[in-house]
C-alpha cells in the first residue's frame, strides 16, 4: 500500500543531542516535503528536495538539514536541539502528473518533538 | 510575498447546520488551489482540489468548493454538517510556475455539535 512513514511519532530529548527525523515514502514521488506546525498557525516550509541529490531550503529559518540520497526517504537532521525547536514535523510527498497541474500533497502522521 | 488567509479559526456549528469557510490568497498568476484537512489524530489528507475548468469542485464528503478568480477565494462548503466532520481544515495554494511549493493557510478548528 502506498502511504508515507515517519518516526518517531514522538521524542522528548535534551538540549545539545544530535538528532534525525526519519521521512520515507512508498509512492515513488519525486518531491518531498519538510513542514514544522505549531498550534493555530500555518505549515511553515522548512525544506523542499526536487528529487535525489535535490534539496531546498523553505521559507522558514530553520537550523536543520536535509538529504536525499534515495527518492523514498528524506530525512531531516538537528545538530543541536534547543527548546526552540520544539514543534511538530510533517514530512510530505507530491507528485506533478503533466497536463494536470499539481498533484495533493501526501502528509505522514508527523513527528512532536520536544526539546528539554 | 505569497499568501493564504483563512478568516476563521474557530467555528462551532450544530450538526445540520450549514458551513462555509472563507480562503483567500495572494497571488497574480495561476494556480492550484487545495483544501485539506485533518481529524483529530490523523494525517492531512485532501478534501479536494481545483485545477482548471469548473470553478465549482466537488471534493470527498460532500464539501464543495468554489473558485473566484476575481475575488482570489477559494471557500469551502458543506450543506449541512455531521458530528464527524469535527476536524482542523486547512487551505492551500500552489502556484503553477516556479517552484513546486505550497503555501498553506493558518487552518480553521471546526466543531460540530451533536
Known amino acids: 500500500e502506498a502511504d508515507i512513514y515517519q518516526t518517531p511519532r514522538y521524542l522528548v530529548i535534551g538540549t545539545g543531542k544530535k538528532i534525525t527525523l526519519e521521512c520515507s515514502q512508498t509512492?515513488?514521488?519525486?518531491?518531498m516535503y519538510w513542514y514544522q506546525q505549531d498550534p493555530g498557525m500555518e505549515l511553515h516550509l522548512i525544506h523542499y528536495s526536487y528529487g535525489v541529490n535535490s534539496t531546498e531550503k523553505g521559507d522558514l529559518s530553520s537550523e536543520s538539514t536535509v538529504s536525499r540520497i534515495r527518492t523514498e526517504h528524506f530525512p531531516l537532521t538537528l545538530e543541536s536541539a534547543r527548546p526552540s525547536h520544539t514543534s511538530q514535523y510533517l514530512c510530505a510527498s507530491s507528485d506533478l502528473t503533466l497536463g494536470a497541474g499539481y498533484n495533493e500533497q501526501f502528509f505522514g502522521p508527523g513527528t512532536r518533538l520536544t526539546v528539554l | 510575498a505569497q499568501s493564504v488567509s483563512q478568516h476563521n479559526h474557530h467555528v462551532i456549528l450544530s450538526e445540520a447546520a450549514s458551513l462555509e469557510l472563507g480562503c483567500n490568497y495572494s497571488y497574480g498568476g495561476t494556480v492550484n488551489l487545495f483544501w485539506y484537512v485533518q481529524y483529530p489524530g490523523q494525517h492531512l489528507q485532501l478534501l479536494l482540489k481545483?485545477?482548471?475548468?469548473?470553478?465549482l469542485v466537488k471534493g470527498i464528503k460532500g464539501f464543495e468548493a468554489e473558485f473566484i478568480k476575481s475575488k482570489f477565494s477559494f471557500n469551502l462548503r458543506k450543506p449541512s454538517v455531521q458530528w464527524s466532520d469535527t476536524a482542523e481544515y486547512f487551505c492551500a495554494v500552489a502556484p503553477s510556475s516556479g517552484t513546486y511549493k505550497y503555501i498553506f493557510g493558518t487552518g480553521t478548528r471546526l466543531k460540530v455539535l451533536a
Open positions: 509512492m515513488g514521488h519525486d518531491k
Open positions: 481545483y485545477f482548471s475548468g469548473d470553478p
